[in-house]
């Protein structure tokens, strides 16, 4: 359970070293943490290029919620099923390769609607037979 309230100003525009900057934004979040029974209040600046006209507060929040859905529904299972963040591939087209490869893969598997994608990947690793025959290959 989350609520969330924000403010936004183009008047700081001229402080914020960042290119393109036309307006910022504070995110007050109240966060409920299940796991302790607790509740704590989080900030987070946001920085746009669009002006207040063309993104007014609520269309920020939305673009931000927006992002930590794409964030949580992709990056996490990424995470989750590849342990993603200790690949050690780090120079040239490799991280890009194998990030566009599982993206295909998770995108396949949710084609499929496979309800448990790091289970799926355990299974399919141990019988690449069942790969082929989900590929009609």
């Not at 920085?47 to 949580?72: C, F, M, V, Y």
């Not at 993603?84 to 890009?96: F, M, S």
């Not at 566009?100 to 893969?105: E, G, S, T």
Request: one cysteine or more.
């Amino acid at each position: 359970m989350e609520s969330r309230r924000i403010w936004s100003s183009e008047l700081l525009n001229d402080y914020v070293n960042f290119p393109y900057a036309k307006q910022v934004a504070c995110v007050e979040r109240e966060v409920f943490e299940v796991s302790k029974n607790t509740t704590r209040v989080e900030r987070v600046y946001l920085i746009s290029s669009q002006t207040r006209a063309q993104a007014g507060p609520a269309q920020l929040l939305k673009l931000n919620r927006d992002h930590w859905g794409i964030e949580n529904r992709l990056h996490y299972v990424r995470d989750m099923a590849y342990d993603e963040d200790r690949c050690r591939a780090r120079t040239g087209n490799t991280p890009r390769t194998l990030a566009c490869l599982r993206n295909l893969a998770i995108g396949l598997l949710r084609l499929f609607k496979v309800p448990n994608i790091k289970a799926a990947f355990r299974d399919l690793a141990a019988d690449a037979n069942q790969v082929l025959k989900m590929l009609r290959l």
